[in-house]
Each structure stands twice: as C-alpha cells, then as structure tokens.
C-alpha cells in the first residue's frame, strides 16, 4: 500500500515538474510567434514596392521600419542568396543560405520555430517577399530571449527542489505510517489466531481511534462472547451431565437390589419397578427438554402463523388440571378474544404450558394461578401470576439461566430440570416478544410476556 501511494505521488510530481513548463513555454512561443511573424509580414510587404532586392533597398527599408535591433536580419533573393545581414560578427551577406525555413519561406510559405534548450529560448521566423503573385525573395528573423529561458529554468528548478522535498516527506511518512499500520495489524492477527486457537480470555491492545481500533474493541467484545459461551457451554455440559447421572445411578441402585436380593417379595419388586419407572420418565422429560433447547439453540426455523393465544391457554389448563387438583391449586383464567400472534403453535404451547405448570408444582396447597390474556394498543399480553412460594431477589435475575433452580431439593420432588424458563425465554425471544418476571419471596411471582398482535387472517388451519 506504501509502495502504490509512493508511486502515485511521484507519477503526480512528475506532472507537476512537466506542465507548468510545457505552459509557460507555449504560452511564451505564441506570444513571440505572433510578433515576430507580424515584424516579418511588415518587412516583406514594404520590400514587395521596392525596385529590387539589393543590400541598399532593403537597409534603406530596415532604417525606415526601424526594426534593425529586432534580432538578426537576413533577406534572400529567389535563388537563395543573401542580400542583406545585419550581424556584424558573422555577416552571410552574397553567400547561399540553405537554412531550411528559408527555402520553405522562398516557396511562398510563412514559418515560424521556436526552441528551448534550458539555458536560452530560440525563435526563427520567415515569410516570402511577394512580387505580382510570385517570390521574389524572402525575409528571415532569427532572435533569442535568454531572459525568459532563465525565468523557465528557475520555475524547473524550484518545482525539481519542492517535489524533492515532498518526496522525501511522502517516503518518509510512507514508511512510518506503512510500520506503524504494520504493527498494529501484526497485533490485531496475533489476537485473532489466539481466539481461533481457543483463547478466549486473549485481549488485543490496539491504541488510536480509527477503524484498527473498533476492530481490535470487536475482537474483544467477541472474545468475551466467546468465553462467555465456552463457560454456558461446559456448565451446561456439567449441569447436563449431572442431571442425567442422578437418575441412572438411581436405576441401577434399585436394579442391583432385585438381582442381588434373594427371595424379594412380590410387593417389594413391584415398588422397585415402579420407582425405576419413575426415573426413566425423568429421564425422557429431560431428553425431551434437551432436544427443544438445543433446538432452539441450533436457530431452526419453525413455521409461524397467527396463532390463537386463548385456545393455547384453554388446552393447557385442560392438561394440568389433575396435577392443580392433586396439589389443591385453583387455576382461574381472564382471556380475550382475537389475541393472535405471529408465531409457531407448538412452540406457543410449550411456552404456556411451562409457565402455567411452573406455577402450579411450586404453588403453595390451596394456592392460585391467575392468567390474563388481553389485547392493547397492537400487543398482545399474557401474565402468569401465582401466590407460591415466590423467588429470592437475588435469584429473580437467574431464573431464565439453564439448570438454575431456586430450591434444588425441591425442583427435583416437583421433577423440574432447570430448562423450562430457558426454553420460554429462548421461544419468546425468537418470536420477537419481551418477558419480564416480578416475584416476592413467600407471596407468589408474576411472569408477564408482550407479543406484536398479528392478523387473525393467517391463522393456522390446524388451529
């Protein structure tokens, strides 16, 4: 990138050295093109009255015109021969001139040349001496300008000494800039490497406020992600493992205990049959639960549809009622109509259904659970509110954590796992809802979730 911007600049320094000399010098060659072509105009149509083109004629019209100190002079006749020569030093006055713009000036033709060659400008101009339509002859100035050739050579020279100077700047900066670039980027794929290496307490240091620097802030930030996930990730792993270890040494403690027992009696087995029952649907609800949030987990797209929330709310309190009965919980329920929302059925289920469950297994006997359903202003609201055994504030912020249990001792008599409120909250947040949970500890807790209302008009058929 360095060596493109060095080369970019030079190309422009380049250009700068070249056209504004290429300027001035034009300008500068026209501006004495039109003078000297003009004074030589003026000499050929004054000779073309004269009788003939002798040293006397010509000298008597120079005199006249004035024009002698206008550069060097020389008039030819139509064979080529000089007539006239006005410098003293090198006078060609009877000799042949072949001088290129001569003979091009005796063929009828007005010339004009110009040359710089750094130290003096040059300029060259002919025109015919014109008799009855034919060339009689022709007048020729030759002058040099070495005031002018030195002003361009000192405009060369301050714009060869300013480019150098940027040049040596632009190298300079190039470089350091190019280093210092350099470096940071070094540092910033080092973090990087580190985090893909697994990593993930590496923090890059990237000083400055630029783009290098939000990025190394980004590297950081998704490193904290990173070991964020990787400690959710082996708690779950541990918290999985645990949970699915309690009920198989269960197992096979009481499988143990009817091959190792001679003689059980019948009653005896039975009951042992029965709690390995017990466990093994323990087992299969955890699985169950498993499977859904690593579902959810892996974002697998469900179909949505408007979805009734009344009817949900209906099948799940129908499906709870002997569970509410056993533990002498009343389930009442306020529930509008056209509370739709934009979402999954089954997933709208299991969200309901955990919530009213949750409610019930950790109500106190003889206790409530209240549902409202009601539609306002565009968003459809669901609230749980049950008069339990309630949350500890400090807890009230973990609930939705996996495997997070308030009372562990009591979860595992009720058969929670820890996942139900990490599956609601993973299912409302997909459908784009809010869930907010307020709870006092010994009075009950209150679980309130907030969807966009949906149109009733694509609700599902299976509804």
Known sequence: MALSYIAIIAGMLVLLNVYPTYVNQNFIFRSKQDTLLDRVSLITSTLSGVDALNVENVKRVVEILDVEDSGRIIVVDENLRAVYDNSVSENVTGKLILLQEIRYAVEGNDVFSANYSGNELSFKSAAPVMLSGNAIGAVYIYETDEEQAALLADIQSNLRNISLIVMIVVVLLSIGLSMMFGRRIAKLLRGIRKVREGDYGHRVDIPGDDELSDLGNELNELSIRFEQVESMRQRFVSDASHELKTPLASVKILADSIMQTDNMPPEMVKEFVGDIGDEINRLTRLTEKLLKITRLDADIQSEVSAVDLKGIVIRAEHMLEPLAKESSVTIQTELEEGCFIEANRDDCYQIVFNLMENAVKYNKIGGKVS????????????????????????????????????????????????????????AVTRFGGKIEISSKLGEGTRISLTFAAADPGKEDSDA
């Not at 055994?389 to 929670?416: C, L, M, N, T």
């Open 371 to 426: 549902v409202y359903l009601f539609k306002k202003e565009g968003q459809v609201t669901l609230i749980v509110n049950d008069t339990g055994i309630g949350i500890p504030e400090e807890d009230v912020g973990r609930v939705f954590d996996r495997f997070y249990r308030v009372d562990k001792a009591r979860s595992r008599e009720a058969g929670g796992s820890g996942l139900g409120l990490a599956i609601v909250e993973n």
